[in-house]
C-alpha cells in the first residue's frame, strides 16, 4: 500500500514538499552545488518542456544570487532516476545550501513558481 500512495503522490504535477530528507552533492551530479541554492532538473535528450525548463531555470539561476542550475540527463543516470523515484521528465528538485532536497516539481514549473520555492531553500 505504500509504495503504490507513494507513486500516486509522485505523479501530481506541481511543486511540492519533499519530505526524504535526502541529499545530493557534486559527486551524484557530476557539478557543483550553489553557495545558497541549487536548482537540479532531470532532463531527456527529446523532451520539449525540458527545453522551456531549462531557459525557466536558468533564468531564475541568473537572477538570484548564489543559486545554480544543474541539468541531469536522465537516461545516463537512471540509478539516481530510481534512487529518487524520478517517474517523468522534466522533474525539479530545489537544494538548499547543504544539498538537501526541500522541493519537487514534476512537469514544467513556472517561474514564480520556481522562485517561490526557492524561498524555502534560502
Known amino acids: 500500500m505504500k509504495?503504490?500512495?507513494?507513486?500516486?503522490?509522485?505523479?501530481r504535477a506541481g511543486v511540492r514538499g519533499c519530505d526524504e530528507g535526502r541529499r545530493l552533492g557534486a559527486a551524484e551530479l557530476g557539478e557543483g552545488l550553489g553557495a545558497r541554492a541549487t536548482l537540479v532538473q532531470f532532463s531527456s535528450a527529446f523532451c520539449a518542456p525540458c527545453r522551456a525548463t531549462r531557459r525557466v531555470?536558468?533564468?531564475v539561476a541568473g537572477m538570484v544570487p548564489g543559486v545554480a542550475h544543474v541539468e541531469v540527463d536522465a537516461e545516463a543516470r537512471l540509478d539516481l532516476v530510481r534512487e529518487l523515484g524520478i517517474l517523468?521528465?522534466?522533474t525539479v528538485l530545489v537544494l538548499d545550501a547543504d544539498g538537501r532536497v526541500v522541493r519537487r516539481a514534476a512537469g514544467q514549473p513556472r517561474k514564480?513558481?520556481?522562485?517561490?520555492?526557492?524561498?524555502e531553500a534560502l
Open 3 to 11: 509504495v503504490r500512495r507513494r507513486l500516486r503522490r509522485n505523479r
Open 57 to 59: 531555470l536558468g533564468e
Open 88 to 90: 517523468s521528465t522534466p
Open 112 to 119: 514564480a513558481d520556481v522562485i517561490a520555492a526557492l524561498g
